[in-house]
């Protein structure tokens, strides 16, 4: 989400791709990317001790170092004799959170708070400052607490003056109301390209409402208290820059970044493809590695959801990709730094079942969804398009965060897979998201985005026709 100050008319549109528009008050825009993000966190740390309202949201693009400004932001609390609750939405992210911590902080007594029966991992339990509890109680007096939003729904204690809320953008406006009680004021942290916390009920009744207990934290924050700090964290370490400027245009267009590093920081070499083969998988490799983006482009033909081809095909190419050998800055990429994703869990399970036929070397590739990938990183990403083979382009399908997700996972390339005749299924389905009063237009638009994403991939540097 934007804040009011800093969106410019929307009639304006977006930059050409690859051009940073401006950056909101930045004046280190043309400063090194490390000494802009140093600036960004200092300004959030300095806004911890000077903020006058109920809390700081601060934006972050993918692989941005959130998770750093959050140990940053607790240590700059506890040295300061600032105890601090902190909230996560999974065990998985508070137990990595709680790693983290303890890791840069070893000094630090941390409490990790958690469901009864719940069994602590051993990246938690190695660090001897660490203790968990199913109540809050043996942990009250600790200067760092830490769980998941709804294990601290379910806590009655005097409030904290500061909580820090990690992946705000994943928590859904209720879950903060049953915290927010805890609290005097907070610190969110989040990605707003990702995935909206998810929905499984329709949502009319509450729309229009600034308490819609189906919009995320953020959004409901914001719209109670507008005079709210909002920061934005410049440079993606993660993303490499043959991949920044698209994932910014197309899902960032009024959060402005630039990527951490410059080409020669992140190369990608293959073994050459086999003497004498000509195989639109290797092509569509060779080009990935080359310039970032790959796209093989299968045959049109309207499909089932489980299209059995395009499994083969991202089965196959991660197989090829393994076979040559792949190289990372000189470093060799496991299977496990390999990633494909999917709309759907039978469009992962059907790749799976394939990378399963192919050989043990595959075991160790992650296949999931875009809702179970997101937050992690892989040095090469493989991508089932959401919309190949359809005939509708449904709000599910046009969701910009889950294209956001599936595109910005990767380190050095990332290969998307799709059936010819999107763009066509786009024409034929404009967007006609109805416009509701008090409701604040959301932006990116799903429909733009996909069409941004796909005149990138069009390009002949890119696109391989599949057989």
């Known amino acids: 989400m934007s804040f009011p100050a800093e969106v410019p008319p929307v009639a304006d549109g977006p930059p050409p791709l690859g051009e940073v528009p401006p950056s909101g008050g ?78 840069t902080h070893p000094e630090l007594a941390i409490g990790r708070l958690h469901a009864a029966g719940h069994v602590l991992p051993p990246r938690v339990t190695r660090h001897p400052r660490v203790t968990g509890a199913a109540r809050i109680d043996p942990l009250r007096e600790l200067p760092v607490v ?3 939003a709804a294990k601290w729904a379910h806590v009655d204690t005097t409030p904290w003056d500061w909580a820090i809320v990690d992946e705000a953008y994943q928590m859904r406006s209720d879950a903060l109301l049953r915290t927010a009680r805890l609290f005097e004021r907070a610190l ?10 998810f929905a499984t009920v329709e949502t009319d009744r509450w729309t229009g409402l600034s308490w819609n207990p189906m919009s995320n934290a953020v959004d409901v924050v914001l719209a109670h208290n507008p005079g709210m700090h909002g920061r934005r964290l410049p440079v993606s370490w993660r993303l490499p820059e043959t991949a920044a400027p698209l994932v910014r245009d197309a899902f960032y267009p009024f959060q402005p970044f630039v990527p951490g590093t410059v080409a020669a920081d992140r ?5 050459p493809a ?20 790959g796209y093989l482009e299968l045959p049109a033909r309207p499909t089932l959801r489980t299209d059995g081809q395009l499994a083969d095909a991202l089965a196959g190419t991660a197989d090829r990709l393994l076979r040559r050998a792949p190289l990372a800055n000189g470093e060799p990429i496991g299977a496990d730094r390999v990633a494909i994703g ?71 390339a990332c290969v998307i897979v799709a059936r010819a005749g999107i763009r066509e299924l786009l024409d034929r389905h404009p967007t006609t998201r109805p416009v509701h009063l008090d409701v604040p237009p959301k932006f990116p638009d799903g429909w733009r985005a996909h069409q941004l994403v796909l005149d990138h991939l069009d390009r002949p540097a890119h696109r391989v026709p599949g057989g």
């Open 342 to 412: 999917t709309a759907h869990n039978d469009q992962a399970a059907a790749v799976r079942d394939r990378l399963a036929a192919l050989g043990p070397h595959l075991a160790g590739v992650t296949v999931d969804t875009a809702n179970k990938l997101q937050g992690r990183e892989f040095d090469v990403t493989l991508v089932w398009h959401p919309l190949s083979g359809r005939t509708d382009a449904s709000a599910f399908h046009l969701e910009t965060g889950r294209l956001c997700v599936l595109l910005s996972r990767h380190r050095h």
């Open 146 to 148: 830490v769980g998941t």
């Open 274 to 293: 086999p003497s004498g083969a000509d195989d639109p998988r290797d092509t569509v490799l060779d080009r990935a590695a080359a310039g970032g983006w």
């Open 267 to 271: 190369v990608l070499t293959l073994d």
């Open 26 to 103: 930045d004046d280190l825009a043309d400063a090194p990317p490390g000494v802009r993000a140093d600036a960004a966190v200092a300004r959030v740390l300095a806004d911890l001790d000077t903020t006058t309202e109920r809390g700081i949201v601060v934006d972050s693009p993918p692989g941005a170092g959130k998770s750093t400004l959050v140990v940053r932001a607790t240590g700059h609390l506890a040295e300061q004799g600032r105890p601090v609750m902190i909230a996560a939405q999974t065990n998985e992210q508070v137990d990595d959170l709680v790693d983290r911590l303890a890791g």
């Open 188 to 197: 969110f942290v989040g990605d707003p390209g990702q995935l909206d916390p």
